[in-house]
């Protein structure tokens, strides 16, 4: 139990945030310490070695070597300057012949650090030049020494002579200053370390927060919202995004609600009405004609039912992907003549004159069936709501890249603010007085016609004035232009 809560702990975001912070301030206080320590040891060796060459030159006007290959120093003894420079000269020094015999040394030179061999000695006076080496002594302390030829004055002879400086000061300087970072690094990893765990909670405490409010949205109060926390920030972006995401499902969620509401209410208004009729029948008939007629009106109730169902299921099935659309290349012209031609004599019976306007041959990648069902819908509204006298026109025309059929009826038209609404499921514009006798519809029919054209790839459109008509406009994507769809459809339409 603790492993797993320890294994949460270290997955947490504060918990990485804060070893990221450990692990850069870590890596960038070593890489300091490393290369800090580098220079400060190549730049205090620097400064022995230009020591070192300024003792040598100071040597040169100090040591004279004779005929009897006596070297000898002249320097006034009571002059503290002079005598402290020869002294410092001095300090680790040796002297020797042109074959490598010590002549004049240190203590330093000869028990410490050990004369130069003759091999050397001579190697340094056949080549003419200065030379530099580091050597160690018996207690591995370094030294720079450097060594070169002076000659005697009287035969221009050549002598050996070496003199150096002890780097061991140079190296306290370097290990007292590894020692300081060596305590200041695990500080500053620590400091780091604390910042970094201060900050990542500072900057993930309005997550907690957000996490909470979100916690209290629940299918029953989706209409709280994650109050916004001004800033401007990324969070901010997040809570927006999250606002209006719980937005959308409220809205979802309401036509669900609305859905089965309005399902129930359109099932028990037929349930209803075919219980009264049975009752009629089972209480009040006195004769065969009057237990015909009460089984008549139950039998077109029991139709009217099924009928809700049967679109229900089929616009479910069809909401939900189930209903594949067969496409197929097809004729729309002939298709909509077709249709016209089935609502020639309703058309007729409703006194509402029925025109067409069609291109001769208009192709279309569609599937008919679900063509004819919205061409019939449309028609069938347009007829149903326009009264006697009134008048339906059919058209279809190329509007690359669409192609629009329209239905336009000199109908009722419809109140303004019905419009929105009026591709949802079961909605209808109440009974007006100037309709009072009209067939009551489903309020599925928009739905379909809603669907079809969007399973097309296209989109449908009303507009209407009421007391004048109404115009239903579908766009479908004519062929050519079939695989731009998706970037060209017309925004914000049924
Ligand atoms: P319904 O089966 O009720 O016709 P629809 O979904 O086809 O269902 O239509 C929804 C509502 O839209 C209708 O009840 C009607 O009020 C309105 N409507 C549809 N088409 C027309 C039209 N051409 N003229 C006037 N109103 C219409």
């Known amino acids: 139990m603790r492993f797993r809560s320890a294994r949460r702990f270290s997955r947490g975001l504060r918990f990485r945030l804060t070893a990221s912070y450990a692990v850069f301030f870590a890596v960038v206080l070593i890489a300091v310490a490393v290369l800090s320590k580098g220079r400060l040891e190549s730049s205090l060796d620097d400064q022995t070695r230009l020591t070192v060459e300024q003792q040598w030159a100071a040597m040169k ?42 002549l004049q040394w240190s203590t330093v030179y000869r028990e410490d650090l050990g004369f130069d061999s003759p091999a050397d000695i001579r190697r340094v006076l056949a080549s003419g030049r200065p030379s530099w080496a580091l050597r160690q002594d018996r207690r591995k302390q370094p030294y720079l020494i450097r060594a070169g030829l002076v000659y005697d004055e009287e035969h221009r002879r050549p002598y050996y002579v070496a003199i150096g400086r002890s780097l061991a000061p140079n190296r306290a300087i370097v290990r007292g200053y590894t020692w300081i970072f060596a305590g200041i690094i695990p500080l500053g990893i620590f400091c780091g370390s604390l910042m970094g765990w201060v900050a990542a909670g500072r900057a993930l405490a309005p997550v907690k927060e957000v996490a909470r409010a979100a916690q209290r949205i629940s299918g029953s109060n989706l209409s709280l919202r994650i109050p916004s926390r001004e800033a401007g920030d990324e969070l901010d972006y997040l809570i927006e995004t999250f606002n209006r995401m719980i937005e959308r499902l409220e809205r979802n969620f309401q036509q669900i609600r609305q859905f089965s509401t309005d399902v129930s209410h359109e099932l028990r208004t037929p349930i209803t009405a075919i219980r009264g009729q049975l009752e009629v029948a089972l209480f009040n008939a006195q004769n ?68 067409t306007s069609l291109p001769s041959h208009c192709e279309v990648t569609a599937d008919r069936v679900q063509i004819e069902r919205m061409v019939a819908n449309l028609l069938s509204n347009a007829v149903k709501y326009t009264p006697s006298g009134g008048e339906v026109r059919v058209s279809l025309r190329r509007m690359p890249p669409w192609i629009e059929l329209a239905v336009e009826d000199t109908g009722c038209g419809i109140p303004p603010q019905h419009l929105p609404h009026i591709f949802e499921r079961f909605h209808r514009v109440p009974e007006s007085a100037s309709q009072p006798n009209r067939e009551k519809g489903l309020g599925l029919g928009l739905s379909f016609v809603s669907w079809i054209a969007k399973a097309h790839g296209g989109s449908v459109q009303v507009a209407s004035v009421p007391g004048r008509g109404s115009r239903f406009s579908v766009l479908l994507p004519a062929p050519a232009a079939l695989s731009q769809t998706a970037a060209a459809q017309p925004a914000a339409k049924r």
Request: aromatic fraction near 8%; avoid cysteine; charged fraction near 25%.
């Open 288 to 355: 065969t004609e009057q237990y015909r007629e009460a089984a008549l009106n139950a039998l077109q109730d029991t139709e009217r039912l099924s009928q809700i169902v049967r679109a229900l299921l089929l616009l479910s099935r069809a909401e939900s992907g189930q209903l594949a659309l067969q496409r197929a290349r097809l004729d729309v012209a002939a298709v909509v003549r077709d249709v016209v031609e089935q609502f020639g004599i309703p058309a007729e019976a409703a006194g509402v004159r029925l025109s």
């Open 61 to 102: 006007g100090y040591l004279r070597i004779q005929g009897d290959r006596q070297p000898r120093w002249f320097f006034d003894r009571n002059d503290p300057d002079e005598s402290y420079i020869v002294e410092q000269i001095r300090r680790v020094y040796m002297l020797a012949s042109a074959d490598g015999a010590p």
